[in-house]
């Protein structure tokens, strides 16, 4: 069983900064591509940033480019989501995301609040 815990969330001032973690369990994680995500109250869920297997490309929503950074250790089964320059318009509840085939993987989510 594929699981997936995010970590790392929290309180923070705008312009601020914070890491979040995801750790991975029950696949053969150097395989696969990672994904954050993340959904505002009200809002549907929209796609933050991916990392392919190798970790050697990355993409990022243009929200969010050169403020976050996607990164990930294949010898821990973590994908990171270094987060920079924190808005207000950030603030949502973040999660890991991985797909096997035709199925999707879901963290909980970990929250993060951008307040002054």
């Known amino acids: 069983q594929v699981h997936l815990v995010e970590s790392g969330g929290g309180l923070v001032q705008p312009g601020g900064s914070l890491a979040l973690s995801c750790v991975a369990s029950?696949?053969?994680?150097?395989?696969?591509?990672m994904r954050w995500f993340r959904q505002a109250p009200g809002k549907e869920r929209e796609y933050v940033a991916g990392i392919d297997a190798a970790g050697s490309t990355t993409s990022h929503a243009d929200s969010v480019k050169g403020r976050f950074a996607i990164s990930r250790d294949n010898a821990k089964n973590t994908v990171y989501l270094q987060m920079n320059s924190l808005k207000p318009d950030d603030m949502a509840v973040y999660y890991c995301?991985?797909?096997?085939?035709?199925?999707?993987?879901w963290g909980q989510g970990t929250q993060v609040t951008v307040s002054s």
């Open positions: 995301n991985t797909r096997l085939g035709a199925t999707d993987y």
């Open positions: 029950g696949l053969a994680f150097s395989r696969y591509a």
